[in-house]
């Protein structure tokens, strides 16, 4: 059987849209015939990680799973890209999938110039490294959607469910607007309000751990209505209960696309959300500013889909699962080229 490594292993952000995105590029790679050696950790310092390399060294594959994580020149993006200079790679192949890629340096382009393949997860981003580099890249919409549509609820949507944005100032807007509607539950699509440090040392790891379930435990004290979920499938459990969820984060509008739960999206720290409505069809309408939030949510059109919308989400959906299919195929060609 075909190895692969992976960088950029998001779960460690407790993040159920990276979940999903992990789960699906290990089934897939699997349903290909390639087995996952070893993963690291988003922000983990790979370079450093003996059993990391250990693993790479005998892998047939380097896979980078992009994610948000490349853009405006982040540090932790060109440590990612770095992999193809690492003695650990030798010659084998490294592929770059699922990412955003925006506003980086042109110095970056000697890193993908030695990706045997680049499949965005935008068209936007897709075009910026092609005119960077000067091949043809391809785009699938990000894996989560991968899976295609979900089954319809079977229940009556009665909730107004808010999440949150990466921007605090956002965030605070949407945790106020929670609590002037009766019917409204604060959904975090993370199962705390806070982020784990899975790249810290002991014990600072399990110190960070203890304060953010302190903090969870007052969070939900304070704020009665907050649903923290502790998995994937009670995460989109609650989302099919809604008949609006406002949000400012990416994988949230991704899990309202195949639980067809109508959203209102706030823009986020890059232009993944308006990247992703773009190469769906639909257009900036659900993509707001918190000065028309207010107004929006008394409008009962931001609260259904119209049957353009609906027709337009169910065939962009079909076509994630074509496309992804067909990326993974790509790698596992490119695996056996090149196995050691």
Same mark, same amino acid.
């Given at each position: ?5 992976i ?10 849209g ?10 897939k ?10 993963t ?6 790979w370079e ?6 250990a693993?790479m ?7 980078i799973n ?5 853009h ?7 440590? =990612? ?11 084998k ?7 955003l890629?925006?506003e980086?340096?042109?110095t970056w ?5 030695q990706m ?7 068209s ?11 091949r043809?890249v391809?785009?699938v ?32 807007? =949407?945790?106020?607007?929670a ?36 903090h ?5 004290k ?5 649903l ?6 009670d ?8 008949? =609006?969820?406002i949000?400012?984060?990416?994988h949230?509008i ?17 232009w ?13 309408n659900r993509?707001?500013?918190l ?6 949510l008394?409008d009962?059109?931001?609260?259904t ?5 609906r ?12 496309k992804?299919?067909k990326?993974?195929d790509e ?10």
């Open positions: 059987m075909l190895k692969a490594v960088l950029n292993d998001t779960r460690g952000d407790n993040h159920f990276c979940f999903r995105v992990m789960r699906v590029i290990e089934e790679l699997a349903e290909k015939g390639i087995t996952v050696r070893a690291s950790l988003v922000r983990n310092d450093k990680d003996r059993n990391f390399l693993a060294a005998q892998s047939d594959i380097i896979v992009g994610e948000g994580t490349l405006h020149g982040a540090k932790a993006g060109e440590r =990612l890209l770095k992999v193809v200079d690492h003695p650990a790679r030798g010659t192949p490294v592929v770059l999938i699922n990412t890629y925006q980086n340096p042109a382009g000697r890193y993908l110039d045997a393949l680049i499949a965005t997860r935008d936007w981003s897709a075009e910026v490294v092609r005119e960077q580099i000067g043809k391809t785009f919409p990000d894996l989560s959607l991968a899976e295609g549509m979900a089954a319809e609820h079977s229940g009556k949507r009665e909730l107004l469910t808010i999440g949150d944005s990466v921007s605090k100032e956002i965030s605070r807007e =949407l945790l106020a607007i609590a002037t509607y009766p019917e409204a539950r604060l959904l975090p699509i993370t199962t705390t309000i806070k982020a784990s440090k899975p790249h810290f040392p002991q014990p600072l790891k399990a110190m960070r751990e203890a304060y953010i379930r302190l969870a435990a007052n969070f939900a304070r704020h009665g209505n907050v923290f979920n502790k998995t994937e499938a995460f989109i459990y609650d989302l099919k209960r809604s008949y =609006l969820h949000t400012g984060r990416f949230s991704c899990f309202c696309l195949f639980t067809q739960t109508p959203f209102l999206a706030l823009d986020s720290n890059s993944k959300i308006e990247a992703l409505l773009n190469d769906l069809d639909l257009g900036k993509l707001i500013t000065t028309d939030l207010r107004e929006r008394a009962p059109d931001s609260k889909y119209s049957d353009t919308e027709q337009k989400i169910e065939d962009g959906l079909a076509q994630c699962k074509l992804a299919d990326i993974f790698i596992r060609s490119i695996a056996e080229r090149t196995r050691i």
